[in-house]
T-cell receptor, first 114, second 115 residues
Framework: DTEVTQTPKHLVMGMTNKKSLKCEQHMGHRAMYWYKQKAKKPPELMFVYSYEKLSINESVPSRFSPECPNSSLLNLHLHALQPEDSALYLCASSQGSRANEKLFFGSGTQLSVL | EDQVTQSPEALRLQEGESSSLNCSYTVSGLRGLFWYRQDPGKGPEFLFTLYSAGEEKEKERLKATLTKKESFLHITAPKPEDSATYLC????????????????FGAGTRLAVHP
């Protein structure tokens, strides 16, 4: 199984809502990532988890709250988002978090904030 | 500052018309250069990793090459199903003691192959 599964595929939320994005992998990977991708732009790193610990936060606003309950799961909790947060949110995993590791990406959650 | 520039932004080819996509980069100590394919509304799909100048890798109609300053993705006799955005990324190492992966992506080349 070389798959990263993300749910939901699409999400529409209001600025006062609280929602969560979920990501799961069963490849035994110990590093997991959240990327954000705006239309026709490249993916941009948000967070890195290594061995279930938050290792990198790329100065992401606190309305995005990541969580790694175990080595296979990664969540992104959303609260009080702005319309400019509408984007494709991608989860990725790699065997480790060191250099030379290739990332496997999920299909993403297309988020629209109204 | 680590940077990746891809050209052209968009490329339209006829089926069977070979061409090349360019990725130029500046990075302090290349740990790896990656090529990904991305279909609309989907996540990037891994194609190749290149580590050192002179290295080449092939997969079906695609061939990736690497020099000290740039990488090329050669597409030979493309088919309509090769239509996608092709992303190039370099690997930077971040964090305390440089222990963590960060892929820095270029803006991509949108390839359209017409029958």
């Amino acid at each position: 199984d070389t798959e990263v599964t993300q749910t939901p595929k699409h999400l529409v939320m209001g600025m006062t809502n609280k929602k969560s994005l979920k990501c799961e992998q069963h490849m035994g990977h110990r590093a997991m990532y959240w990327y954000k991708q705006k239309a026709k732009k490249p993916p941009e790193l948000m967070f890195v988890y290594s061995y279930e610990k938050l290792s990198i936060n790329e100065s992401v606003p606190s309305r995005f709250s990541p969580e790694c309950p175990n080595s296979s799961l990664l969540n992104l909790h959303l609260h009080a988002l702005q319309p400019e947060d509408s984007a494709l949110y991608l989860c990725a995993s790699s065997q480790g978090s060191r250099a030379n590791e290739k990332l496997f990406f999920g299909s993403g959650t297309q988020l629209s904030v109204l | 500052e680590d940077q990746v520039t891809q050209s052209p932004e968009a490329l339209r080819l006829q089926e069977g018309e070979s061409s090349s996509l360019n990725c130029s980069y500046t990075v302090s100590g290349l740990r790896g250069l990656f090529w990904y394919r991305q279909d609309p509304g989907k996540g990037p799909e891994f194609l190749f990793t290149l580590y050192s100048a002179g290295e080449e890798k092939e997969k079906e109609r695609l061939k990736a090459t690497l020099t000290k300053k740039e990488s090329f993705l050669h597409i030979t006799a493309p088919k309509p199903e090769d239509s996608a955005t092709y992303l190039c990324a370099v690997q930077a190492v971040v964090g305390i003691s440089g222990g963590y992966n960060k892929l820095i992506f270029g803006a991509g080349t949108r390839l359209a192959v017409h029958p």
